[in-house]
């Protein structure tokens, strides 16, 4: 579900809506109505799964994150810049209703999408034994 121009106000107002109906402090809930509009476009991804004896549910998932990934680098690679957001707020049941989730479809996160104003800086390298091992 894409959001820009009028639909980032919409973004915002689902957001509010679930934070207020949540409870959530004051601080957090002006926070979230600032929220997409760090961006010019925000992506919703949802994973819409259905039953397949081929395909389980949680490689239907990771399928849909694959494709927030995809769609990230597709985006950089045409010069643009993005990052994937998730927390809270995808898991909560009145964002959930507002994008019309049916069954056991999830939101698999928030793409921001935008042209960069600066020149993102090249992160060091890091040492990889940290994270991999071998057999």
């Excluded at 915002?12 to 926070?31: F, Q």
């Excluded at 989730?101 to 600066?118: A, M, Q, R, S």
């Amino acid at each position: 579900m894409i959001s820009e121009g009028e639909g980032l106000h919409k973004l915002a107002n689902i957001l509010v809506d679930a934070a207020k109906k949540s409870g959530a402090e004051l601080a957090v809930v002006e926070k979230l109505s600032n929220a997409p509009f760090r961006a010019p476009m925000v992506i919703t991804v949802i994973a819409k799964t259905r039953p397949h004896p081929k395909v389980p549910e949680f490689e239907q998932y990771l399928s849909a994150g694959c494709a927030v990934q995809g769609m990230q680098m597709a985006a950089m690679a045409q010069g643009f810049q993005g990052f994937w957001r998730s927390g809270t707020w995808m898991f909560d049941k009145n964002v959930e209703q507002a994008f019309g989730l049916e069954g056991n479809d999830k939101i698999v996160g928030f793409l921001y999408l935008g042209t960069p104003e600066c020149v993102p800086t090249k992160t060091p390298e890091r040492d990889i034994s940290k994270f991999v091992e071998y057999l």
